[in-house]
């Protein structure tokens, strides 16, 4: 389970790289189209489909990796509360939600990108399925990650290493 842990932690760290220069590019694309626009007065026409479309690659594979680590928003002011036989079957059914959620995103995920997918982005002229590859991805990431945190629960494992 060791190696497991180690390998998505370590996938985790490079999403991550990639995600912060994802969001670096973001920045010096608006940056830059914010100063062709308003002092050039000659605006960078493919600036707003390419920041969306990184945007979107950039938070999916964030949302992914929180998943694994349990970084996402929860209300536990009653979890606190149960028991830990209870606190226990709660984790094992949230994991078993999210694994089953993520399967089910992944399955209709690909479908609608079969279908969306062959039509074009208005300004370059790329394929649309560069707005569904990181999700069709992050799903599998996420399913992936529900399935080891599900066993990992099961058998009382406790990861020793956070990723930072």
Same mark, same amino acid.
């Given at each position: 389970m060791k190696k497991a842990d180690d390998l998505i932690l370590a996938v985790i760290r490079w999403i991550r790289l990639a995600?912060?220069?994802?969001?670096?590019?973001?920045?010096?694309?608006?940056?830059?189209?914010? %100063?062709?626009?308003?002092?050039?007065?000659n605006p960078i026409l493919?600036?707003?489909? +390419?920041?969306? /479309?990184?945007? #979107?690659?950039?938070g999916f594979f964030c949302i992914s990796t929180e998943v694994y680590l349990g970084g996402h928003m929860s209300i536990d002011v009653i979890y606190h509360k149960f028991p830990d036989? %209870?606190?226990?079957?709660?984790?094992?059914?949230?994991?078993?939600?999210?694994?089953? +959620?993520?399967? /089910?995103?992944? #399955?209709?995920?690909?479908?609608?990108?079969?279908?969306?997918?062959?039509?074009?982005?208005?300004i370059s002229r790329l394929p649309k399925l560069l707005i569904y590859i990181p999700v069709v991805a992050c799903a599998v990431l996420m399913t992936v990650y529900g399935a080891l945190l599900t066993v990992q629960q099961m058998i009382g494992y406790k990861r020793k290493e956070e990723v930072s």
């Open positions: 995600a912060s220069f994802l969001m670096l590019l973001v920045t010096v694309v608006t940056v830059a189209q914010v %100063i062709a626009r308003y002092v050039f007065n493919w600036s707003e489909e +390419f920041c969306m /479309v990184t945007l #979107i690659w950039f036989k %209870i606190k226990y079957l709660c984790d094992i059914l949230r994991n078993i939600i999210i694994t089953f +959620f993520s399967a /089910v995103m992944t #399955i209709y995920t690909i479908k609608v990108s079969l279908v969306v997918g062959k039509k074009l982005l208005p």
